[in-house]
């Protein structure tokens, strides 16, 4: 008898189940690691093995053959450090352990990919899973549930179906998390609208230097119909990097380079001594971000003052933002990485387009130096951990052209409203990428600025003062609304005569 196929929707159930292990115990913002590591294990442990034994009938059984052809593989996996030996252990009074050593294991004999990759996990931690017994029980279910779970590629109906899995883990675990959520996941129609607004081409270097889980960096990726690209990332969080190192990994990227640091304070991407150059720059980075530069303090006091001196990339030399909204740290640091001709889209709270001070200063340079393509306004409550709207500004490097485009997404009926969230659907993708493709003013949806009408608000970019979405009221027939009344007063005077009469009828 075959064995049961499964589809994208039964996998991404049963791994949602899993999670009633720890649910109610710990916070999903700390669960999803123990989660989305063990979806790993599990995926790579069937994996091999299905592969080793189609190499077995294929050598007729030889299984010296079987191994050293299985060597060549993406990577190796040891009989101790598979998925089935976890379970056959899952009753050991220290499975917490074994399951540390397996991933170790894991690590040490793939290293080229996945060294590291498992630093900030610990199945036999105290702190987080409990005493030895809450913690074996715990571990124990956790096992026996993804033991239910057949992961070998010819048991799954679709393509993907293993990253697309992580992907929808990571987005519910973010929609749990609130706005936590929103540091390590930018919602999928956001990342596919940025995506193809940059339009990444065959041999782009594409990066995103807060890459969170990575799921904005594959979305871009995707857009590769050849796949020959080169994806580069950074993440501040640890544990953040691992889940992307992962993400990538499980979407067959191998050779993505994520790294793991404060990009403003230490990027780690540098070529010949500077910043790397990227054809394609895509970022969701932390809205106003406050104590940006902390990374540049060293041993100086509480008053210490950011400088541009201070970087030795020199990316603040157009303005210091202030010292607690980090945005336009991440714009001057991602523009300083765009290679000639490259695009950059970035997603960005709208106090960016107008506030004043150094902000409006460096506004004024980016402006000036014609680096600005476009403006656009998304609805409200797209994001995880924030109600308010946001933009996303489109960068060109070596552009043909000296105006800007507006265009307002944010109204009502571009998205689709939902009870906690609200969410771009394809035809409201669709319509913001031909709009921009189009690069026309379109009636109280975009608007082409020219330089002079920019300089003239003083290099403001609040869209209001460019698309004018005002919905002008009918006017009001006040003769056809004193007729209605007049009218209304008649049958009044009716209604109120017939009461009488049966009023008198009554005898009341």
């Known amino acids: 008898m075959q064995s049961k196929q499964w589809t994208q929707k039964e996998v991404n159930e049963t791994l949602w189940r899993a999670c009633d292990t720890f649910r109610g115990k710990i916070d999903s913002s700390i669960y999803k690691d123990y989660i989305l590591v063990m979806l790993f294990m599990k995926y790579i442990s069937d994996v091999y093995k299905e592969h080793y034994t189609e190499l077995l009938e294929k050598y007729d059984g030889d299984k010296e053959m079987a191994d050293r052809q299985i060597k060549l593989d993406r990577f190796t996996l040891n009989d101790a450090s598979s998925f089935d030996d976890l379970y056959q252990n899952r009753n050991a009074s220290n499975i917490g352990e074994i399951i540390n050593k397996a991933l170790a294991d894991v690590e040490e004999t793939n290293k080229t990919k996945l060294r590291g990759v498992f630093k900030n996990i610990d199945y036999n931690s105290e702190s987080i899973l409990g005493n030895t017994k809450e913690r074996n029980t715990m571990l124990k279910d956790l096992l026996e549930d993804f033991s239910k779970l057949d992961l070998r590629p010819s048991r799954l109906l679709g393509e993907d179906v293993i990253g697309n899995a992580y992907e929808y883990l990571i987005s519910n675990f973010a929609s749990d998390a609130g706005k936590k959520g929103g540091e390590f996941f930018t919602p999928s129609e956001v990342s596919e609208l940025l995506s193809r607004l940059v339009k990444p081409e065959e041999n782009d270097r594409i990066y995103d230097p807060t890459c969170g889980s990575g799921s904005l960096l594959i979305k871009a990726f995707d ?31 191998d050779d993505a380079k994520i790294a793991w640091g404060d990009t403003i304070a230490n990027p780690l991407h540098i070529e010949n001594g500077k910043l790397m150059k990227f054809q394609v720059v895509v970022a969701n980075p932390p809205f106003s971000l406050d104590k940006w530069a902390s ?214």
């Open 223 to 253: 857009k590769v119909h050849s796949k020959k690209a080169q994806i580069y990332g950074q993440e501040r969080n640890g544990q953040t990097q691992s889940l992307a190192r992962m993400n990538m990994f499980l979407h067959s990227i």
């Open 295 to 508: 990374g540049f303090s060293g041993e100086s006091n509480g008053d210490f003052k950011m400088e541009s001196s201070l970087d030795p990339y020199k990316r603040f030399d157009w303005g210091v933002p202030p010292k607690s909204k980090g945005d336009y740290a991440f714009v001057q640091h991602m523009l300083h990485s765009l290679a000639e001709g490259g695009r950059m889209g970035v997603v960005l709270p709208h106090g960016v387009l107008f506030r004043g001070a150094s902000e409006g200063k460096i506004r004024k340079e980016i402006i000036d130096l014609n680096l600005l393509d476009a403006v656009i306004g998304l609805p409200a409550n797209l994001f995880f951990g924030t109600s308010i709207p946001a933009t996303i500004l489109i960068f060109k490097q070596n552009r043909n052209r000296d105006n800007i485009l507006f265009i307002d997404a944010s109204q009502d009926d571009m998205y689709e409203k939902g009870k906690n969230q609200n969410k771009l659907r394809e035809e409201d993708i669709k319509q913001i990428v031909d709009a921009y493709e189009k690069y026309e003013t379109e009636d109280k949806f975009s608007y082409v600025a020219t330089k002079k009408e920019i300089k003239e608000n003083e290099y403001n970019l609040n869209i209001p003062r460019y698309v004018d979405t005002f919905e002008e009221e009918e006017l009001v027939d006040l003769k056809e609304v004193q007729e209605n009344i007049e009218s209304i007063k008649a049958e009044l005077e009716e209604v109120e005569t017939e009461m009488k009469k049966y009023l008198e009828e009554l005898g009341v």
